[in-house]
C-alpha cells in the first residue's frame, strides 16, 4: 500500500511539471520573439510612424483654462504662484529682465521646450520622416523634433534634444478585446513618450522662472476623443531641475483639434 | 528525508509551479461574451487604485486659498454664466443650507485633499463593478459604475457627484457623468449648473496619474471646458479620509428670505482682479474667448467700455430661452419611480404625481392632467392590489387636478362605507351635491381655496375635493406612516399645500418647487411672491440632508426631477434673488416695461426660460413685479379669516 502510494505521487509529481511546462510553453506564446531559436532572424523593430496606434498629426490650438492669468499674460517679476521653485530658483527669477534678454538676443527664454507647450500656441504636428515627429508652433515659430531612436544632434538650443519612444497599455490588453468592430489591429490608445535633455538654459513662465541646462523634460503626448467627436491632446510635462526647482514640477496642458489651419499665425519670441 | 517526503515536497512544488504559470498567464483574456470564452473580464489596461495625492502645480491658489473675486479667465463662460458668477456674493455660504455644501465631480477631482481608489468586484466572478474614488475634501465620493448598467432616467434625483459609468479605451479609463447637482467650476461662483454632464479621462504614467475633465453645461458655457488633474502615487495610507460638516448659525437674526447677492453691475469687487494685475477690465470676463491664443491681441485693444458692458445684461435683447433637456416623458406611457421605501413618482402626464403604496391602500398626490388617467390607475394598481383611498390635491391649476375624477371614481375609501359618516355624508350630499356616493370612491382632500378656485371656474362636482381644510395642518396616519399637509398661503396660488410622508421623508411639493421652470405665480388666483419664499422657506425648514447637501429628505417637484434640499435651495435663492432686483428697480420707480426691458433673469434664463406658452419668462418678471408694486394688492385670497390664536 505504501508502495502504491508513493508511486500515485510520483506520477501525480511528473503529471504536474509536465502540465507546468505545457502551460509555460503557451503562456509564452504572445510576446516571444517569432520564429524562436533556430528560426529565421527577427524582423527589425517598426519605425516610430509604423508603430503608432496614435494619430498625433495635424493642427492642435491650446486651451487656456488653467493657469490663465500666468499664461496668457506676462506676470509680474516675482510672481511664482502654483510653480516649485527653490530658494536658488527664486532667486534667479527675481532677477528676470526682459530688456536684458532683449538685448542679449534671447526673446526666446519662454519658447524652449519646458515652457512653449503651456503658451498659447497653436501646434502643427507632421512626421518630418519615419522616425521623426516634428512639433511647430506658431507662438515663438518654434519647432520640436522628436527622434524616435538614439538621440541626434548635440542640443543646447531651446528645443534640446528629444527621444521620442511609444508607451502603450501595460499591461499589454490583448488584441482580441478590441478586434470587433474596428477592423482588427493594434488596439487603440497609448502615449507617446518623449525625453528632452541639453536644453538651452529658458523659461518655464515668461517672468523669468528659471530651468537650467542640466534640466531633464520627461513628456507624455496623450490623444483623446470625447464621445462627442472632438478630439484632445494633452501634453503631461515633468521638469526636473534639482537647480532650480524644489521637486519635480509637474504641467498638463490641453490641446484641441483643428481641421485645418485657421488661426495659424507665426509670431516671433517676444520677451514681455 | 524520507522518499515519501521528497516526493510530497515534490508534487507540493509542482502544484505551486502550475499555480504560479496560472497566474502569470492568465493577465490578458478574451473579451467577455467571446464564443467559447471563459466568463473572466480582461484585465483593466490602468491600474488607478491605492492612494494619490493632488500635485498642485496649476491654479494652486484657485485650488488653495481660494481664487480671486470676477476672475473668470479661461473659462467658457456664456453670458448667464458670468453674469451668475457676477451676482454671486461668497457669504451666500454662511446661509445655513449652504454651509455643507459639497462639491460637484469636475471640481472634486480638482481639489486638494489626498483620494483614495479601490475596486469592487463580484465576489463570484471577480468581475469589475465599480471603481470608487474617495475625495477627503468633502468626502467626495465618486462611484464608476464598470459593469455597463445605464444612467438613471431623467427624473431621478441629482448629487453633487453624478451619476458615472467608464470603460477602458487604450491607456484610459473613459467616465461619463450625468445627473449632478447644480455646484461650482471654481470657488468664487463659477457655476456649473444641474443640466452639466462631464466626460472624465483617467491616464497613468508610471506613479503620475492625471485626470481630464470635459464639462459640458449647455446652461452656462459656451463650449465644453476642459481642465486636467495630477496626482503622485502614494506608498501609503495619509490616514485622514473624513471631512465632517454640520450646518450651524453663522450670522444671527437675518430675515428668512436674504440672499446674499449683488445686483447686476453692483459687484463691488469686479475691478479687484484686473487692478491688482494691471489687465484689461474685459479680459476675465470675455468668457470662450478668453481660452484661445488670439485673446491676448483682443485684450490689449480692449477698452473700459468693453469691461463695463460685461457687467450687467447686454441690452435690447430678447430673453435666452432655457437649454436644460425636459425631465418629462412624451412617449404616452407613464413612468413609476421608487422615491424611497413606499412612497413612489408617477410621470407622463403633467405634474408630477406622488403615490404612497401600502397594506391599506393608495394615498395619492395629485392627478395629473387627465390625459393618460387610465395608465395611471394601472400604474398605482401594480403597486398595490388595494384601491386608492386618498387623493390629495397641492394646487387647484389644471395639471395637478386633472384626473381628480377618474381616479376618484377609480378609489374607493373604505373606511366610510356602514359607517355613520356614510348615513350623514348620504344626507349632506343630497344637498350639496359633493358627497354622493359614499365610500365608493377615493376621498378628495385639498385646502378649501382649491374647492372653491374649482367650483368658480365651473369644474365638474367629481373633480373637486370635497375633504377640505382651512387651517395650516391636516394630517393622517397612513400605511403605518404619518402624513402632513401643510397649508402654504398665497405662493403660486392662494390654495398651495405640501405633503409630507414623515416615515419616508419624502415631501411633496406641487408647484411651489418645479426643475423646470420659472415659478407659476398666479397673481389673479391669489399667488404672491413673497408667499413663494415662505413656503420654500417653509420647505426648508422640514428637510434634513444626509451628507453634504446629498440625500435625506427628499422632494418631488411640481414638475422635474426627485430632489433634496439643494434643488430647493437654489430654486429659493432664485426667487428671492429676481425678487429683490425687481424690487431695486421698483425703489428707483421704474415701470413694468423697464423692468422687463432689464432682463433682470438673464443669468436664470438658459435654465428656466420660455418665451412663448403658457408661463413665460416675462410673465414671471411681470407676476413678481403686480406682487411687490405697493399700489397693487394681489386678489383678494379666497381663504377666510385666519383663526384666532391665543
Redesign the interface.
Known sequence: M?QR??KS??V??AA??I??AA??L??QG?GAAPGGRGGAPPPPPPTGRAAA??DLTGYW?????????HR??T??KGDY????LNPAGRGRADMWDPAKDEAAGEQCRAYGAAGIMR????LHITWQDDTTLKVET??GSQTRTFTFGPSQGPGGDWQGVSVASW???Q????A??FG?GRGGGL?????M?VVTTSMRPGYVRKNGLPYSANAVLTE?F?R?D???G?S?L?V?Q?LVDPENFASP????S?F?RQPDAT?W?PTPCSAR | MS??KR??L??AF??V??LS??L??Q?????AG?AGAPATP??P??DLTGYWSP???????ERGAGSELA?Y???ALNEAGRLWALSYDPSRVTLRHHQCDAYVAPYQMRAIGNFRVWEERDPYNQRLVAVHVWGQTTEGHRVIWMDGRPHPAPWAPHTFRGFSTGR?????L?V?TTHMKQGWLRRNGTPQSDQATV?D?F?R?GD?L?N?T?V?DPVFLSE???????Y?RQPVDHGAWLYACDDGEQILDRPDDFVPHYLFGKQPYAREFSQK???PLM??LAGQA???????ER?TKATESDGVALLQPSPGRANEVSKAASPEPKDGDIHTFKVRDNVFMLVGDGANIAVQAGDQGAFVIDTGAGKLTDKIVAAIQRLTPKPIQFIANTSFHADHVGGNARMAEAGADLSLPGSFFANVGGSLGAVTGLITRVGENATMIAHNNVMVRLQGANAPAASIPSDTFLEDRRRKFYNGESVEMFYMPNAVTDGDSIVHFRRADVIVAGDLFTTTQYPFIDVKNGGTVQGLIRALNDILKRTVFEHEEDGGTLVIPGHGYVSNEHEVLEYRDMVVIVRDRVQAMLNGSATLAQVKAARLTADYDTRYGVNSGQWTTEMFVEAVYQTLKPAAAPAAPAKPAPAQRK
Open positions: 505504501f502510494s508513493r505521487l510520483t501525480l509529481a504536474a511539471l502540465v507546468a502551460s509555460g503557451a503562456g504572445r496606434r496614435i490650438v491650446a486651451l487656456v483654462t488653467e493657469d490663465w492669468r496668457m499674460f506676470p509680474p504662484d502654483s510653480v516649485p503658451m498659447p500656441t497653436r506658431d507662438a508607451d502603450y497599455p499591461p499589454p490588453v490583448p482580441q478585446n470587433r488596439p487603440p490608445g497609448g502615449a513618450k507624455y496623450d483623446f470625447v464621445p462627442d472632438e484632445l494633452v503631461v515633468e514640477y509637474w504641467t498638463s490641453h484641441r488661426g499665425k | 522518499a515519501l516526493v510530497g515534490l508534487a509542482c502544484g509551479a502550475l504559470v496560472r502569470v498567464g493577465g490578458p483574456q478574451p473579451a467571446d480582461p484585465a489596461a490602468i500635485v498642485v502645480h496649476e491654479d494652486a491658489m476672475d479667465g479661461g473659462f477602458f479605451v487604450g491607456n484610459a473613459v461619463h466626460t479621462f491616464v504614467h503620475h492625471t481630464i470635459v459640458n465644453p471646458e476642459v481642465r486636467s488633474n495630477d503622485a494685475y494691471k489687465l479680459a476675465s478668453s481660452v484661445y491664443p488670439e485673446f491676448l485684450a
